[in-house]
């Protein structure tokens, strides 16, 4: 079965850095795409940025855009990082990974088209 579990959140002070991982297991397609999305208190659901498999081509929302860099880690096929810097309070919010089969359509972040979830995780930023 199909599993993406998120790690790496945490509290930090605007202008630090963290490191997301999203380590998947169970997916046996060659072609797909991996988003992350954030949901902030009050607000809908938002795709920050996404990374289509095997070509590796990486997109990302402007309010995120030079600031997050969404990777493969290199020695395990299998976990995706987002690396966040500079982050602001407004960054704060669950941070979700999720898998689409239309990887080259990942950027659309439309939800009912990634049809694998992780758990989530938390990203507070204040001082």
């Known amino acids: 079965q199909f599993r993406l579990v998120e790690s790496g959140g945490g509290l930090v002070q605007p202008g630090a850095s963290l490191r997301l991982s999203c380590a998947i297991s169970g997916f046996t397609l060659d072609h797909y795409g991996i988003g992350w999305f954030r949901q902030s208190p009050g607000k809908e659901r938002e795709g920050i940025g996404c990374?289509?498999?095997?070509?590796?081509?990486?997109?990302y929302a402007d309010s995120v855009k030079g600031r997050f860099v969404i990777s493969r880690d290199n020695a395990k096929n299998t976990v995706y990082l987002m690396q966040m810097n500079n982050l602001k309070p407004e960054d704060t919010g669950v941070y979700y990974c999720?898998?689409?089969?239309?990887?080259?359509?990942?950027?659309?972040?439309?939800?009912?088209?990634?049809?694998?979830w992780g758990q989530g995780t938390q990203v507070t930023v204040s001082s």
């Open positions: 999720a898998a689409t089969v239309m990887g080259d359509y990942c950027s659309n972040y439309i939800l009912s088209e990634y049809h694998y």
């Open positions: 990374i289509s498999i095997p070509d590796g081509t990486t997109h």
